[in-house]
């Protein structure tokens, strides 16, 4: 089977009540390999249970997720579940980053946590992904809290980016950035993903946004949980 054509992640008929003023649903939902997609109507707090819902941090109340083939209701342990926790890249503001360490070093924690005396391959391997996601040489020196939001969150692209996933989980990854900074991330992330075939699925408010950085966007209709396609757009990058 090609690779475009199997499925890295499937929802079917999913719903799940996290105490929102309705429960997520989503009727069904199909994302393949190399492929990008963009959801439109689901806020920051839905869009985190669909994550976690993804990556086998919670399971639907209703429903099957599947995730390369395997639905989650099977993941049962630790290892397993970091099994599959580790085939996602996640931007997300819950991910935890230490704004007293540097850019540099906050790049080097997935990788090792010997980020005070940092060898020289690690090192390289930081500057390998600050050139990839674009954070310029001289600012991965400075303390991450000093850093504007696109840069941050050029960080959090980076630390997904770093073990090499499959497929990359955004969660309304342009909601601190100007319009231009917001277009020329769209661009970066569409580029890292085509050159490293993987997978993207984003989660936005932002029409414009989501256009630039998915080949398909999606609204979701929360009441019934469909998904249509939203109207076309200009990519204007």
């Not at 105490?19 to 997609?37: D, V």
């Not at 674009?134 to 991965?140: D, E, K, S, T, V």
């Not at 850093?147 to 959090?156: D, E, G, I, M, Y």
């Amino acid at each position: 089977m090609p690779e475009a054509a199997v499925p890295v992640v499937q929802l079917l008929g999913v719903t799940k009540d996290y105490h929102g003023l309705r429960p997520l649903r989503i009727r069904e939902l199909t994302l393949h390999a190399g492929r990008s997609l963009a959801l439109l109507g689901l806020d920051a707090a839905m869009a985190g249970v669909l994550v976690d819902l993804l990556t086998a941090g919670s399971r639907p109340d209703t429903g099957d997720v599947l995730v390369f083939g395997e639905s989650t209701s099977v993941v049962t342990d630790r290892e397993r579940w970091l099994a599959v926790l580790d085939r996602f890249g996640l931007i997300s503001e819950r991910g935890v980053m230490l704004e007293q360490l540097t850019a540099e070093q906050n790049l080097a924690i997935p990788l090792s946590l010997a980020v005070e005396t940092m060898s020289a391959e690690l090192r390289a391997a930081v500057r390998r992904l600050a050139d990839e996601v674009r954070i310029p040489a001289g600012r991965l020196a400075e303390r991450l809290g000093e850093l504007p939001a696109s840069l941050k969150l050029r960080v959090r692209l980076g630390r997904a980016l770093a073990l090499d996933p499959q497929v990359l989980l955004a969660e309304h990854p342009n909601a601190a950035m100007s319009p231009d900074e917001a277009q020329a991330f769209a661009k970066d992330v569409s580029n890292i993903a085509g050159l490293r075939r993987m997978a993207t699925l984003t989660c936005t408010a932002d029409r414009r946004f989501a256009h630039a950085i998915a080949e398909q966007v999606l609204v979701l209709q929360p009441a019934s949980g469909e998904l249509k396609a939203a109207a076309s757009w200009r990519r204007w990058i």
